[in-house]
């Protein structure tokens, strides 16, 4: 049944087909199908999950978090904390070079670090406590605060968009507002750029030069072993062609399975599951464009509440129960910091008071543009399920189809949607990276130098501070659910639900996969 599956999909998948010769003639090829396609190159300029996994192949980072989210040394070889914790001192390990031959210096270092927190909204609040950075020689710098910062190496090593990678100075200088041009990095694997074909392949080759550190592996701690010798990251759009292909041998390494199939690959012979760690590994939010009407309103941004059934959402992404979970909030539940802030948002379903409070915000059936993808695999559906809402509840929507690399490029722009811009788009976040205040870039509300959607509320950013300074973990949670509350109300994003989808792969091909919760870890894996 799977072979005739497969044959028939084949046939609509020519990009797939068309890279097939050229793999089979390597010895150690990972073959991977992820969640998306690689069309930006450049992990800082986008929060996009794929452009993040293609920049922790390739870039390394300072610290990395490991699976109990606790920031271990991964660039750095040691490191020092002035006594009243506002001057930190990092020393370089030895061995790091870019991959065309340079050594990594503090100068690369500091220029990446600007940029990523000039961009990325957790890099953006620990500089807003950082003062000076300097170098002392090339492999040592400094790193001074104003006041001491509880969230410091934790935001260095996060595992979730947007990582903060180290680039070469010359790339680290371009504005954070454009991409760069190309993707040098010093990690276990180099983009090898001249095959990259948007839309059918990305190819990463082994970066023979990387020394991986001597502690075992944990998310994005310890040794980054390159264990294959190249890495193609092939798109397959369809989720049954996919699937089949990796029921096959066609492929080694399926990200992200839709759940419907979940059954049939438990009962693939040579295929296994694997859960991606402690927590579900997804939450999804509907972002609104808190600078244009009508959602410049916050009483029209509260209205949208009541067009989401969380069941709905979760039954047309995931389906079956076992695997998603209702959650009407934005601090992931069965994180440290649970809360129950503002959940009574999200208590009623109800259609004709979305479309009454809308228009007591001043709308007046002007259409509504939404940024609707027509290729992932959550996102899509999802999207589906909020027009059907929208249109139910008598909203003149203006649906605007197109592939995700598109929404994601479009979604950055502040123009009004008659002119190019947006009012509504749906994405995902890591369930990991939601579950603490600093760490979740999308609860944030920094205005003009925050995420898409640009929510801007000083009390959200004051909080989201007094925690990064917060001394115990009962004041931690005491702030993260007053937090909770302030940003529901004003509605920096609608929650959908969060769910957990388990990574499927060829047991007996490959081994050493390393889970992590947020971007999939591609290092560490080895060929049989």
């Given at each position: 049944m799977f072979n005739r599956v497969f044959a028939g999909a084949l046939a609509l998948a020519l990009p797939f087909a068309a890279v097939q010769a050229p793999a089979q003639a390597q010895e150690k090829v990972l073959k991977a199908v992820m969640h998306a396609d690689v069309r930006v190159i450049d992990p800082i300029w986008t929060t996009q999950t794929i452009a993040n996994i293609h920049g922790a192949l390739i870039y390394d980072t300072l610290f990395?978090?490991?699976?109990?989210?606790?920031?271990?040394?991964?660039?750095?070889?040691?490191?020092?904390?002035?006594?009243?914790?506002?001057?930190?001192?990092?020393?370089?390990?030895d061995g790091l070079k870019f991959h065309d031959g340079s050594p990594v210096t503090t100068k690369d270092v500091i220029a990446s670090l600007k940029r990523w927190g000039a961009k990325d909204g957790v890099g953006q609040r620990l500089m807003g406590f950082v003062t000076k950075m300097e170098p002392v020689d090339d492999k040592t710098f400094t790193m001074v605060l104003k006041a001491p910062y509880g969230m410091v190496l934790e935001?260095?090593?996060?595992?979730?968009?947007?990582?903060?990678?180290?680039?070469?100075?010359?790339?680290?200088?371009?504005?954070?507002?454009?991409?760069?041009?190309?993707?040098v990095g010093s990690g276990p694997y180099m983009f090898a750029k001249d095959q990259w074909v948007p839309g059918s392949k990305a190819v990463y080759l082994k970066n023979k030069d990387y020394q991986p550190r001597t502690e075992p592996p944990s998310s994005f701690a310890g040794a980054k072993v390159p264990g294959v010798d190249r890495i193609e990251l092939v798109w397959i759009s369809d989720p049954q062609t996919a699937m089949s292909a990796l029921i096959?041998?066609?492929?080694?390494?399926?990200?992200?399975?839709?759940?419907?199939?979940?059954?049939?690959?438990?009962?693939?012979?040579?295929?296994?599951?694997?859960?991606?760690?402690?927590?579900?590994?997804?939450?999804?939010?509907?972002r609104l464009n808190h600078l244009q009407p009508p959602f410049d309103n916050v009483k029209a941004r509260q209205a949208m509440y009541y067009l989401i059934n969380q069941e709905d959402f979760l039954r047309a992404i995931v389906g079956n129960p076992k695997y998603y979970k209702v959650c009407p909030a934005l601090l992931t539940c069965g994180g440290p910091y649970e809360s129950a802030g503002g959940r009574e948002w999200m208590k009623e379903y109800n259609p004709k008071k979305a479309l009454?409070?809308?228009?007591?915000?001043?709308?007046?059936?002007?259409?509504?543009?939404?940024?609707?993808?027509t290729d992932h695999a959550t996102i899509t559906p999802a999207t589906q399920v909020l027009i059907q809402a929208m249109r139910e509840a008598g909203i003149n929507v203006d649906a605007q189809s197109m592939d995700w690399g598109s929404v994601v490029s479009r979604r950055a722009k502040k123009d009004p949607p008659a002119q190019g811009g947006w009012n509504i788009f749906v994405t995902t976040s890591g369930g990991v990276g939601s579950a603490n205040p600093v760490l979740h870039t999308w609860i944030g509300a920094a205005c003009d130098k925050g995420l898409f959607g640009?929510?801007?509320?000083?009390?959200?950013?004051?909080?989201?501070?007094?925690?990064?300074?917060?001394?115990?973990?009962?004041?931690?949670?005491?702030?993260?659910?007053?937090?909770?509350?302030?940003?529901?109300?004003q509605v920096v994003y609608i929650p959908f639900g969060q769910w957990d989808t388990p990574l499927a792969y060829r047991a007996d091909r490959i081994d050493g996969i390393v889970p992590n919760t947020g971007l999939a870890v591609l290092w560490g894996i080895t060929k049989k």
């Open positions: 990395g978090n490991d699976a109990d989210q606790k920031p271990q040394p991964q660039m750095v070889g040691k490191y020092e904390v002035s006594p009243d914790k506002l001057t930190y001192t990092f020393t370089l390990r935001s260095l090593g996060k595992t979730s968009s947007s990582i903060a990678a180290i680039m070469r100075e010359k790339d680290a200088l371009t504005d954070p507002q454009q991409q760069v041009k190309e993707a096959n041998g066609e492929i080694d390494f399926y990200e992200a399975p839709t759940n419907d199939f979940l059954p049939l690959l438990e009962k693939a012979r040579g295929v296994k599951l694997m859960k991606t760690g402690k927590i579900d590994s997804t939450q999804g939010f509907i009454q409070l809308l228009k007591e915000a001043g709308y007046k059936g002007e259409p509504i543009t939404v940024l609707s993808a640009w929510p801007c509320d000083a009390k959200i950013e004051e909080l989201r501070n007094a925690f990064g300074m917060a001394q115990s973990e009962e004041e931690r949670k005491k702030i993260a659910n007053e937090l909770q509350a302030r940003a529901m109300e």
